[in-house]
């Protein structure tokens, strides 16, 4: 199977589509979560992720926009584009996001979380000596985590204590042997916060175990646009220009 992994939408319709465009066709694409928050198309980015994710979960702003999570959390410039996307949503859009869990499990295999299998919702999973703790609350193979916006991953081989943190400037495919487990970042569509602003996703090939790290170019100027017209934070509007 060819499964997309994607994270951290954002409400940023363009890059969505972009990326949706380069992809392809798949045999399933899975979402982990911020779908929405920050950006200027909320609506329009539930609903294909309504279309086409075959498993979705949800990610911290995703919660605040719906009001389950406290917004004292956020700063004011996430704080207040929160609110907007919250009020934005529909009812059927609403229902749907309110239905979805921080992390599931795919099959013995995969399982996906948010930020962290210790901490769904709210961990930045960027360290080896983070990963070593979270690698103690799976047993799966594999962990798809998204919530920090960077590309990256994460292997323990069987065996040795040490944990290998890899970037894919560094190594751009990885290969899924059976004798190692991974926790693997499929970086941010909406938000990349790697000083790369392209569109960042993965694709899983299940049959021969490969996950390629993929950046495609977007319109971010068009995003910029839609933002100011919603009337949202300057500084979230240009750091889409740097990814940070």
């Known amino acids: 199977m060819r499964i997309a ?8 319709l363009v890059a969505l589509e972009t990326v949706l465009a380069a992809i392809g066709e798949v045999d399933a694409l899975w979402c982990l979560g911020d779908t929405i928050g920050y950006g200027p198309r909320p609506n329009e980015c539930i609903a ?10 949800t990610g911290n702003h995703d919660l605040a926009c719906l009001g389950r999570i406290d917004l004292r959390d956020f700063n004011p410039d996430a704080r207040k584009a929160n609110i907007w996307n919250g009020e934005q949503l529909s009812p059927e859009n609403r229902a749907w996001l309110e239905r979805l869990a921080p992390a599931t499990a ?9 930020g962290s299998p210790r901490e769904p919702v709210w ?7 983070q990963a070593v703790h979270n690698f103690e609350l799976f047993r799966q193979q594999v962990c798809f985590v998204g ?24 190594l751009r495919t990885v290969a899924l042997d059976g004798q190692s487990r991974f926790i693997i970042n ?10 790369d602003p392209r569109a960042a996703y993965a694709i899983l090939d299940t049959s021969t175990g490969i996950v390629e790290f993929k950046r495609v170019e977007y319109d971010i100027q068009k995003t910029q646009r839609q933002m100011v017209a919603a009337h949202l934070p300057g500084a979230l509007i240009r750091r889409l220009e740097y990814g940070m």
């Open 106 to 114: 795919i099959d013995e295999r995969f399982i996906i979380a948010h």
């Open 5 to 12: 992994i994607v994270s951290d939408i954002h409400s940023n």
């Open 147 to 170: 919530h920090s916006h960077v590309q990256l991953g994460f292997r323990i081989r069987s065996g040795f204590d040490r944990c290998e943190r890899f970037m894919p400037d560094r």
């Open 123 to 129: 961990e930045y999973l960027l360290s080896s000596d």
């Open 48 to 57: 294909l992720m309504r279309q086409y994710a075959d498993v979705a979960i």
């Open 186 to 195: 499929p970086g941010s569509i909406g938000q990349p916060r790697d000083q």
